[in-house]
C-alpha cells in the first residue's frame, strides 16, 4: 500500500525565514511525486512534479528536491502570502490514470 | 476561463436522503476524478473517469455512486446519506495520466 507521511503538521514562520517541509513516502515504484499549494476554502493548486531521485524544480521561492525515500519543499525567504497548507502525492507506477495518493499536508503559517 | 466548476458549494443533509454533486470542467481534458478531505486523513479518492465511457473505483467507493455524463461532465451520487459522509468533496480533472490535477472550489457536505 502506498503511503505518503508528511512533516511537521503545522509550521509558523517568520517573513524572511526560509525553512523546508519534508514528504516520506512508500510506493511500489514511482511514477511521479507531486506538489500542490491549498489555500483555506479553495481546492489544491499544482506546484511540481518530479520523477527520479536527484531532480529539482523550482518556482519563485519554493524548490521541490526528491530523492528514493522522501521529498523537500524548500522556502527561501518567505512571504506572508506563502502562507497555505502544503501537499506531497505519488502516482505508483501500476496506476492507471493519475490515481494520487496524498499526504495530509503542512500547514505553514507567515507572520509579517 | 472556469476550469472545473462544482455545484452545489455548500449542502446539509439528513441521514438517509440522496444528492447529487455536479462536475463540469472546460480544458478538454480526458480524465475526472473525485476526492473526498476529512481533517487527520489526507485527500482520498473516490472514483476516477480515465475516459468518457469509463468508471473506476478508488480508496473509498462505498456508498458512492458517479456517472461520466459526457467529456467535461462527472457526477458523484449519495444515495442514501450517512453522517460518515460529512466532508468536503472535490472535483479535479487532467489530460490523463499526468498527476497534475486541477481541482474545483470544493463542495461542502454536512449530513445530520
Known amino acids: 500500500e502506498d503511503q505518503v507521511t508528511q512533516s511537521p503538521e503545522a509550521l509558523r514562520l517568520q517573513e524572511g525565514e526560509s525553512s523546508s517541509l519534508n514528504c516520506s513516502y512508500t510506493?511500489?515504484?514511482?511514477?511521479?511525486l507531486f506538489w500542490y499549494r491549498q489555500d483555506p476554502g479553495k481546492g489544491p493548486e499544482f506546484l511540481f512534479t518530479?520523477?527520479?531521485a536527484g531532480e529539482e524544480k523550482e518556482k519563485e521561492r519554493l524548490k521541490a528536491t526528491l530523492t528514493k525515500k522522501e521529498s523537500f519543499l524548500h522556502i527561501t525567504a518567505p512571504k506572508p502570502e506563502d502562507s497555505a497548507t502544503y501537499l506531497c502525492?505519488?502516482?505508483?507506477?501500476?496506476?492507471?490514470?493519475?490515481?494520487?495518493?496524498f499526504g495530509e499536508g503542512t500547514q505553514l503559517t507567515v507572520n509579517p | 476561463n472556469a476550469g472545473v466548476t462544482q455545484t452545489p458549494k455548500f449542502q446539509v443533509l439528513k441521514t438517509g436522503q440522496s444528492m447529487t454533486l455536479q462536475c463540469a470542467q472546460d480544458?478538454?481534458?480526458?480524465?475526472m476524478y473525485w476526492y473526498r478531505q476529512d481533517p487527520g486523513m489526507g485527500l482520498r479518492l473516490i472514483y476516477y473517469?480515465?475516459?468518457?465511457?469509463?468508471?473506476d473505483k478508488g480508496e473509498v467507493p462505498n456508498g458512492y455512486n458517479v456517472s461520466r455524463l459526457n467529456k467535461r461532465e462527472f457526477s458523484l451520487r449519495l444515495e442514501s446519506a450517512a453522517p460518515s459522509q460529512t466532508s468536503v468533496y472535490f472535483c479535479?480533472?487532467?489530460?490523463?495520466?499526468?498527476?497534475?490535477?486541477?481541482f474545483g472550489e470544493g463542495s461542502r457536505l454536512t449530513v445530520l
Open positions: 502525492a505519488v502516482q505508483a507506477e501500476e496506476t492507471s490514470g493519475s490515481r494520487l495518493t
Open positions: 510506493v511500489s515504484g514511482l511514477r511521479g
Open positions: 518530479l520523477y527520479s
Open positions: 480544458m478538454n481534458h480526458n480524465s
Open positions: 473517469s480515465a475516459s468518457e465511457g469509463t468508471t
Open positions: 479535479a480533472s487532467d489530460r490523463g495520466n499526468t498527476g497534475e490535477l486541477f
